[in-house]
């Protein structure tokens, strides 16, 4: 009885375990990928303007630095980021923990990287943008 016990539990525990529960996910935002630009606030006119999702997409490639910008926008706004095409871009964390992004020479910091939104400032208090993405 207690061999017939020792087995079923042996074989009950073998089955039950999984070799994928111990692959640690890491679950950090990251820019890498595509994003839609939904809404861009702030400059000199104070403007707010919301765009419908995947009509201006950035997609990112951390592979190789670059961003691709695919803007279908034919609405005439003051701004509604970059025209379509693709720029190189850095990446910049400084020691106190905020990170900015450096596309084609315009610098913005990131206020908001989650899995679903980010958002970027141009530096609204001095008349630049606010850009805000989702997924």
Request: glycine share 8%; proline share 1%; charged share 15%.
């Amino acid at each position: 009885m207690k061999t017939t016990f020792f087995i079923l539990v042996l074989m009950l525990s073998t089955l039950s375990c999984n070799s994928d529960d111990d692959t640690q996910q890491n679950s950090d935002p990251t820019l890498d990928g595509s994003w839609s630009l939904v809404n861009v606030t702030g400059g000199l006119a104070g403007i707010d303007d919301d765009f419908e999702t995947g009509l201006i997409i950035w997609d990112f490639n951390q592979d190789n630095l670059e961003l691709t910008v695919t803007n279908n926008n034919t609405v005439n706004v003051i701004y509604d980021g970059f025209p379509t095409g693709t720029y190189d871009y850095e990446i910049f964390t400084e020691t106190n923990g905020e990170m900015s992004v450096v596309i084609n020479t315009v610098s913005y910091r990131v206020t908001t990287l989650a899995s679903s939104q980010l958002v970027i400032d141009e530096g609204i208090v001095a008349d630049g943008f606010l850009l805000t993405f989702i997924r």
